[in-house]
């Protein structure tokens, strides 16, 4: 895991504010919790675009009928 203690330029502690609202933070620390790896941000946002999609998906009326209940 790594922490990120400084960051160049006098903008480190904005930067930070805004990363620990962020998502991504919010999803590793449950992820630390409950004892797995974080995972980097290109990862977060694929998983987001999965989600969105499956998500989509199921909320299409055209999947929620199968051919006989028609």
Do not use: W
């Not at 330029?9 to 590793?28: E, K, W």
């Not at 989600?51 to 989509?56: D, F, G, I, V, Y």
């Amino acid at each position: 895991m790594f922490l990120v203690l400084s960051i160049d330029g006098s903008n480190s502690s904005v930067y930070l504010g805004i990363h620990y609202r962020s998502d991504h933070h919010r999803y590793n620390m449950k992820r630390r919790v409950a004892s797995l790896p974080p995972i980097s941000v290109e990862v977060f946002n694929q998983k987001v675009v999965d989600r969105k999609t499956e998500t989509a998906v199921m909320s299409s009326t055209k999947g929620s009928f199968c051919e006989i209940c028609k």
